[in-house]
């Protein structure tokens, strides 16, 4: 495409693909963000209550820091409200929990995938070199998905091939990606997951109290319940090109999204393409809520950081006393997953 024709969200993702912005002065870091001018601090009118039905405490304050972006109304950002504990459990329910069937991946179509997530088969010392089978040409005609061009898809691979090609998988309301509706039938959404956007839901609340309506969300947090979600996987050379969320029946409540792991570059526009981006640095343990006119606004991730997993998502002994430890394999398989890969866990209400 000639560059005078490209969108100005499209400019702005090439230009952090390459991995050298111009500017790095115009980019917002959430570890800094009182002090950038594209940013204004808000409160929060609601804590951020742990559920009651997790051994330990999710949150590490009740009423953290939250900033809004001045240009973007309804973008909602909090840096990591969560305790270390906390992340290492998201990692560890994002990589084995929410993979299992009946949740579908991006690789359901085209493997016969066993019950266990691929996580749990790569770091299994006797399951890690099994063959796991790829479906037939009529199985995957019939999925109604692409057929896959690249031989990978259609040979048997070892769970740890696999989980390297593990980019996504959904929850609640099961997405097709061809179509992009929610026609995939629905399983269940994680309960504890549930419960923690729902409390997020609640703290970010007309934030600033019912007098300020310029934070951008009125929603009643009360009123939000998870019914669709997505965890992407990021390796370090993963992207996520620029789209509007817009599947969903209602728009009124905000979209929830968490990361883990790695730190990326994540921009965020307005309802065309045409609007210039503002990009934000999300790290770890980072929460933002896509409310109002920002549900609604082109958004992607053009760059993921390497070398920027925290210390105690990366130590090999870091989880070792942690309530869930003896549920899940041991930690410093996830800190050497988490050392090269980046998790965004997502969820929305749809009706």
Same mark, same amino acid.
């Given at each position: 495409m000639p560059e005078a024709i490209q969108t100005a969200f499209r400019k702005a993702e090439k230009r952090y693909k390459r991995g050298q912005p111009p500017n790095w002065d115009n980019v917002v870091d959430l570890a800094a963000a009182a002090a950038n001018e594209a940013v204004r601090g808000i409160h929060l009118s609601y804590d951020l209550e742990s559920p009651a039905t997790l051994p330990f405490q999710l949150f590490?304050?009740?009423?953290?820091?939250?900033?809004?972006?001045?240009?973007?109304?309804? !973008? !909602?950002? #909090?840096?990591?409200?969560f305790t270390d504990e906390a992340q290492r459990w998201l990692a560890r329910k994002c990589l084995c929990d929410c993979p299992r069937p009946p949740n579908r991946t991006n690789l359901?179509?085209?493997? $016969?995938?066993?019950?266990?997530?691929l996580f749990e088969l790569a770091t299994d010392t006797e399951k890690r070199s099994q063959s796991i089978a790829n479906r037939t040409q009529a199985d995957i005609q019939q999925s109604d998905v692409t057929l896959p061009k690249e031989k990978f898809y259609t040979?048997?691979? *070892?769970?740890?091939?696999?989980?390297?090609?593990?980019?996504?998988?959904?929850?609640?309301?099961?997405? /097709?990606?061809? &179509?992009?509706?929610?026609?995939?039938?629905? *399983?269940?959404?994680?309960?504890?997951?549930? /419960?923690? %956007?729902?409390? #997020?839901?609640?703290?970010?609340?007309?934030?600033?109290?019912?007098?300020?309506?310029?934070?951008g969300?009125?929603?009643?947090? /009360? $009123?939000?319940?998870s019914e669709a979600g997505i965890v992407n996987y990021y390796d370090?050379?993963? &992207? %996520?090109?620029?789209?509007v969320d817009k599947t969903e029946e209602k728009m009124d409540a905000p979209l929830i999204s968490l990361s883990?792991?790695?730190?990326?570059?994540?921009? #965020?526009?307005? &309802?065309t393409r045409d609007t210039e981006p503002t990009p934000i640095v999300l790290h770890s343990g980072d929460v933002l809520a896509m409310c109002g006119e920002s549900r609604i606004a082109y958004h992607g991730v053009p760059l993921v950081l390497a070398d920027t997993t925290p210390k105690f998502l990366s130590c090999p002994n870091a989880? #070792? /006393?942690d309530n869930t430890t003896a549920m899940y394999p041991e930690w410093h398989y996830f800190a050497e997953y988490l050392t090269h890969h980046r998790i965004n866990c997502n969820a929305r209400k749809c009706s």
């Amino acid at each position: 495409m000639p560059e005078a024709i490209q969108t100005a969200f499209r400019k702005a993702e090439k230009r952090y693909k390459r991995g050298q912005p111009p500017n790095w002065d115009n980019v917002v870091d959430l570890a800094a963000a009182a002090a950038n001018e594209a940013v204004r601090g808000i409160h929060l009118s609601y804590d951020l209550e742990s559920p009651a039905t997790l051994p330990f405490q999710l949150f590490s304050q009740r009423r953290p820091p939250a900033y809004v972006l001045r240009d973007h109304p309804g !973008l !909602l950002l #909090i840096p990591n409200p969560f305790t270390d504990e906390a992340q290492r459990w998201l990692a560890r329910k994002c990589l084995c929990d929410c993979p299992r069937p009946p949740n579908r991946t991006n690789l359901d179509a085209f493997f $016969s995938l066993p019950p266990e997530s691929l996580f749990e088969l790569a770091t299994d010392t006797e399951k890690r070199s099994q063959s796991i089978a790829n479906r037939t040409q009529a199985d995957i005609q019939q999925s109604d998905v692409t057929l896959p061009k690249e031989k990978f898809y259609t040979q048997p691979g *070892s769970p740890s091939s696999l989980l390297e090609r593990q980019r996504w998988c959904t929850l609640g309301l099961q997405y /097709n990606w061809t &179509t992009k509706e929610y026609d995939r039938g629905s *399983s269940p959404f994680d309960q504890d997951l549930d /419960n923690l %956007m729902r409390a #997020i839901a609640i703290a970010i609340t007309r934030p600033n109290g019912a007098s300020d309506p310029s934070t951008g969300n009125e929603y009643n947090g /009360n $009123s939000f319940a998870s019914e669709a979600g997505i965890v992407n996987y990021y390796d370090e050379r993963a &992207t %996520m090109a620029g789209h509007v969320d817009k599947t969903e029946e209602k728009m009124d409540a905000p979209l929830i999204s968490l990361s883990i792991g790695l730190s990326c570059v994540y921009l #965020i526009g307005g &309802t065309t393409r045409d609007t210039e981006p503002t990009p934000i640095v999300l790290h770890s343990g980072d929460v933002l809520a896509m409310c109002g006119e920002s549900r609604i606004a082109y958004h992607g991730v053009p760059l993921v950081l390497a070398d920027t997993t925290p210390k105690f998502l990366s130590c090999p002994n870091a989880g #070792i /006393n942690d309530n869930t430890t003896a549920m899940y394999p041991e930690w410093h398989y996830f800190a050497e997953y988490l050392t090269h890969h980046r998790i965004n866990c997502n969820a929305r209400k749809c009706s």
